[in-house]
């Protein structure tokens, strides 16, 4: 393989302890953002889209952390919600205000690729900061750790299911390849207009915000970036644009029927019934069952009308008319093809 060739992405998730912290796709939401005005922030695409490209490994035990501002391994104290609760996935091994969490697998992904472990993106904890670590997972034979360290002497609280790591998959040579350029906007004329006209209508979409000005208030929000073209049109976005992301949950290996297209929920289908290889995780433990490990069950297959129920189905038949009988004499009269008196008649009266 070239320094800059890489294969399709890949993420194997081997469990290393027999209950490993549960490990989900990134969720979009933030205590932070949801307090903002009207939600404001998540308006803002590539905020979300930071929030849910990778994979969330959560908390399984809710603990309290304090660090007395000391750098020995005996200066943090871990006090978990439950003191029978197992604390395998926490460790104090480094001292200086520092908590070690245990992920519980051992990851490996496709050659040219490597494993960002971080915290989870713009998720805010106040008085601890979340280490991130870049880790060739395309050989590794062992794990890693997700560390977090204390930014000030005091008490922090994690809460059972709060994300402790955050993992996304990032190509390991092609950015060693990137030589950075900077110059002038005006070398690049249409670029350059395409700016300033995009500055001018945020001026004054900003102006009118701050007066009030109601179809300003209406549009709530510009929404090039969202739409993926620029305020005049002629710049827009590549195909792959996108607004949204929701990544693939595990799915066990040790459980074929779950791989099927018929068996996993629709973000999943696309990926077996197509021919192109698309990303994958696969997670070497079993889960007890689908609802358990998706939250829903695979839908029912259609089922064969029966022939009581076709004849059931079928519609009702008209009654054939039956012949008119025969009238008494002097009732009878001419009608016209619309099944109406002429109208220079009119109907007997019956004596």
Not at 76 to 92: G, Q, Y
Not at 111 to 116: A, D, E, K, L, S
Not at 123 to 150: C, Y
Request: proline share 13%; with cysteine.
């Amino acid at each position: 393989m070239s320094d800059l060739a890489i294969s399709a992405p890949q993420l194997e998730c081997f469990s290393v302890t027999a209950s490993p912290p549960r490990l989900v796709p990134g969720s979009a939401e933030r205590d932070w953002m949801d307090f903002t005005n009207q939600r404001f922030a998540y308006r803002c695409t590539p905020l979300t889209m930071a929030n849910t490209t990778g994979w969330e490994l959560l908390n399984p035990t809710g603990f309290w952390a304090t660090w007395t501002g000391l750098n020995g391994k005996d200066d943090v104290i871990l006090r978990p919600d439950d003191p029978k609760a197992p604390m395998h996935h926490v460790s104090l091994g480094f001292g200086h205000g520092i908590i070690t969490f245990h992920p519980g697998y051992l990851f490996r992904t496709a050659p040219g690729w490597m494993t960002w472990a971080r915290g989870a993106p713009n998720r805010l904890k106040h008085g601890i900061q979340a280490l991130d670590g870049l880790v060739e997972t395309s050989w590794l034979p062992f794990t890693f750790t997700m560390n977090w360290k204390f930014t000030e002497p005091g008490t922090v609280y994690f809460a059972k299911d709060e994300p402790f790591c955050f993992i996304t998959l990032v190509p390991s040579l092609p950015i060693e390849s990137v030589q950075p350029v900077t110059r002038p906007l005006a070398d690049e004329p249409q670029l350059e207009r395409e700016y300033k006209l995009w500055l001018s209508e945020r001026t004054k979409f900003n102006i009118g915000l701050a007066q009030g000005d109601p179809i300003t208030l209406e549009q709530k929000w510009q929404k090039n970036y969202l739409v993926g073209k620029s305020p005049s049109g002629r710049t827009v976005a590549d195909p792959d644009h996108r607004t949204k992301r929701s990544l693939k949950p595990p799915i066990s290996a040790d459980q074929p029927d779950q791989r099927t297209a018929s068996a996993v929920p629709n973000q999943l289908a696309t990926a077996f019934q197509s021919d192109r290889p698309a990303p994958a995780v696969v997670m070497r433990q079993a889960f007890p069952s689908f609802q358990t490990a998706y939250g829903e069950t695979p839908p029912e297959p259609p089922q064969p009308p029966s022939v009581d129920n076709l004849l059931s189905a079928r519609p009702e038949q008209p009654a054939k008319p039956q012949p008119n009988a025969k009238q008494p004499s002097g009732t009878t009269t001419k009608r016209s093809k619309a099944g109406k008196l002429p109208p220079s008649r009119k109907k007997p009266t019956k004596t």
